[in-house]
T-cell receptor
Framework: KAGVTQTPRYLIKTRGQQVTLSCSPI?????VSWYQQTPGQGLQFLFE???????NKGNFPGRFSGRQFSNSRSEMNVSTLELGDSALYLC?????????????????FGPGTRLTVL | AQSVTQLGSHVSVSEGALVLLRCNYS??????LFWYVQYPNQGLQLLLK??????LVKGINGFEAEFKKSETSFHLTKPSAHMSDAAEYFC?????????????FGTGTRLKVLA
């Protein structure tokens, strides 16, 4: 069974540009979450998508956005890049149902996209 | 509000020595708890998880953790460290706040294994 894949693995951009990162979840997984990892802030939750709808959102500015497609693949977009956006962006997928019940499901992480903003 | 605290951002142990990485959680309801490991330039890999039932949880690579509700702790241990254990370890909780379940990660502990 293929794991979570993220593309590209490495990306270099300059301030002011925008970037789109892609995540393909494990087959059968309908939930995709995005995290930003930096040495100073650790692992911070960006947002989670399920069935093409954003379910949860972290405390990030509106420059960070995402979407999910009908095949559960997800993209994350960052507009007007700032130097502080340099980070490892991790995607995680999990099986989940409607989410109304307190269901636990294990998250599986992709290898991440290393974004460097110059 | 739920939170996860990992005591010690860096821990060094000698090869063959006991590994102990500390994690304390704060949650208004009993959470599900996880330990993940991250090797350089890789994503997070699940080591073990506690949901319900037995409070001593065994994971991969010889790691185990014990859920202690009275101490709100979920410390990770391994009897004998190996060089390949050098990595960053994250404790995480999955719990609810106002009806919404969320994952909260600790800030991580970087384990160094000395030859």
């Amino acid at each position: 069974k293929a794991g979570v894949t993220q593309t590209p693995r490495y990306l270099i951009k300059t301030r002011g540009q925008q970037v789109t990162l892609s995540c393909s979840p494990i087959s059968g997984h309908r939930s995709v979450s995005w995290y930003q990892q930096t040495p100073g802030q650790g692992l911070q939750f960006l947002f989670e998508y399920f069935s093409e709808t954003q379910r949860n959102k972290g405390n990030f500015p509106g420059r960070f956005s995402g979407r999910q497609f009908s095949n559960s693949r997800s993209e994350m977009n960052v507009s007007t890049l700032e130097l502080g956006d340099s980070a490892l962006y991790l995607c995680a997928s999990r099986k989940t149902t409607s989410g109304r019940a307190p269901i636990h499901n294990e998250q599986f992480f992709g290898p991440g996209t290393r974004l460097t903003v110059l | 509000a739920q939170s996860v605290t990992q005591l010690g951002s860096h821990v060094s142990v000698s090869e063959g020595a006991l590994v102990l990485l500390r994690c304390n959680y704060s949650s208004s309801v009993p959470p599900y708890l996880f330990w993940y490991v991250q090797y350089p330039n890789q994503g997070l890999q699940l080591l073990l998880k506690y949901t319900t039932g037995a409070t001593l949880v065994k994971g991969i690579n010889g790691f185990e953790a014990e859920f202690k509700k009275s101490e709100t702790s979920f410390h990770l241990t391994k009897p004998s460290a190996h060089m390949s254990d050098a990595a960053e370890y994250f404790c995480a909780s999955y719990s609810t706040s106002s009806g919404t379940y969320k994952y909260i990660f600790g800030t991580g502990t970087r384990l160094k294994v000395l030859a």
